[in-house]
């Protein structure tokens, strides 16, 4: 049997048999990464949308290195967030470092930037389309940014689920601040890159593809509310 | 109702308004004609205070209670009701009076059963009443409109241009921008031409098309009418 084909198997082995400790790896991994980007999204939504209106000596340059946090390496994230917990670190009193919260605080950080310069952008091009015209009915500046997440709020879903996809599939900024301690921080990926340095390929490929397979679900169901919008829409037209 | 005096705008390093100087009196329907790029949106723009000017806007006390329809109606993705209640909200009207006054206001565009639906899924016609509509909900004693039936078919048009008249009859004020000279003789009661960022003709719509335009005004016609 090839690799590949022994990984699927014993993905499915994995799902079928209902492995506990599997389910509550993927529960962690869901837990940390929906947290990180619930969190995130009340900071990044907020914060693109005030960009996106804001006019002050800076704005571009704040816009600039917003966007250029895109590709923020987690490592990086990870190992900023250690040094600040650590117990030697500014914030090494509160005691959190390798719990799930420091891998929620790593993961806000890293995807933060994401929602925000993604909101910024949407909510820009709506404003220059319908702008105006809230404003000609009374809406302050800010009133307009925050209508326009309410009138653009699938493409800010969309921004969402690519914060958690950015989210759930890092591996550098988690194993950093929580250590993939066996039931206390090991989530998805760093299940994956310890079997893969065991050198069991087959079942950290198995880990990846439950992986896919419980993302894949979480967007269906946000997919399936976005069509449902769709259709209601073209229902009537 | 409303005084614009030696009102100047400038984009950059276009003059789009050159010292224009206009006053709308109550009840009047004024209709601002002249080529593309004139200054008519701009002038609108500037008399609803979007614009930063020089010069001087002095309004009367009731003309605080202003509103403008554009070209292409901007309609957030919502439901008829809700986009009408977002412009209550915002126009500062008590919630005790929305259900009343988006009744009113449906009823007024012939709009009524469409409440629940989503206000994208209207047609252009539809969509551009429902904009008047929300306008008309905040009982404006001032209303511009930019081109409001520019994009609009034959039938939406009438629609439309059979609202503005009604508004008319009611003793609204109304400054609209517009290409159509037809739409302007039929429904303004007097017409301003506008190039190149002034007014070159002020006149009551019978004399302008009745051959007292004189001028570039009466080039604009005559270019227009051949």
Redo the contacts between chains.
């Keep these: 049997m090839s690799a590949f084909a022994e990984s699927v198997r014993t993905a499915v082995d994995l799902i079928v048999h209902a492995d506990a400790v599997l389910f509550h790896t993927v529960a962690l991994s869901l837990h940390v990464s929906g947290t990180a980007c619930l969190v995130a999204a009340g900071f990044g939504l907020a914060f693109g949308a005030w960009l996106s209106v804001a006019r002050f000596p800076g704005h571009r340059v704040l816009v600039w290195g917003l966007n250029t946090l895109l590709a923020l390496p987690s490592v990086v994230v990870g190992l900023i967030v250690y040094l600040l917990l650590s117990r030697s670190g500014p914030l090494g009193s509160w005691g959190i470092l390798f719990t799930p919260t420091a891998m929620v605080i790593a993961q806000t950080i890293l995807v933060l930037p994401v929602i925000a310069a993604l909101t910024r952008q949407l909510v820009g091009d709506s404003l220059r389309?319908?702008g105006?015209?809230?404003?000609?009915?009374?809406?302050r500046p800010m009133?307009c940014a925050l209508?326009m997440l309410?009138?653009?709020?699938?493409a800010v879903l969309t921004i969402l689920i690519a914060a958690f996809g950015r989210a759930v599939a890092e591996v550098g900024a988690v194993m950093i601040v929580g250590g993939n301690i066996d039931g206390v921080t090991r989530v998805m990926t760093t299940s994956i890159a310890l079997e893969t340095s065991k050198g069991d390929l087959p079942l950290a490929m198995a880990l990846g593809i439950v992986l896919l397979a419980v993302v894949g679900v979480v967007n269906l169901f946000l997919g399936l509310a976005q069509r449902g919008h769709g259709s209601?829409?073209a229902g009537?037209? | 109702m409303i005084r614009m005096s030696d009102v100047s705008v400038r984009f950059g390093d276009v003059q789009a308004l050159k010292g224009v100087s206009i006053a709308v009196g109550r009840g009047e329907f004024v209709a601002l004609v002249g080529p593309n790029g004139s200054g008519k949106t701009t002038l609108l723009r500037a008399m609803h205070g979007m614009l930063r000017l020089s010069g001087r806007r002095e309004l009367a006390p009731e003309a605080a209670k202003q509103a403008m329809v554009f070209q292409r109606p901007f309609v957030m993705r919502l439901s008829v009701r809700n986009n009408l209640r977002l412009a209550l909200w915002l126009g500062g009207v008590p919630r005790a009076q929305w259900n009343e006054r988006i009744a009113a206001a449906l009823a007024r565009v012939s709009l009524q059963g469409l409440e629940e639906r989503p206000a994208r899924a209207l047609s252009g016609g539809q969509q551009q009443r429902l904009a008047i509509a929300r306008a008309w909900a905040i009982r404006p004693a001032l209303l511009f409109l930019d081109e409001p039936t520019a994009s609009l078919d034959p039938a939406a048009k009438k629609d439309v241009e059979a609202l503005l008249a009604g508004f008319a009859a009611d003793g609204m004020t109304l400054v609209m921008s517009t290409h159509n000279l037809g739409q302007a003789k039929r429904l303004a009661s007097r017409v301003v031409y506008l190039e190149d960022g002034a007014i070159h003709a002020d006149l009551p719509t019978a004399q302008f098309f009745g051959g007292g335009a004189g001028g570039r005004a009466q080039q604009f016609l005559k270019g227009e009418m051949a």
Excluded: N, P
Aim: proline letters at 0%; hydrophobic letters at 50%.
């Design positions: 389309d319908g105006d015209q809230l404003r000609s009915m009374g809406a009133a209508l309410v009138h653009d709020r699938w209601a829409l009537v037209r």
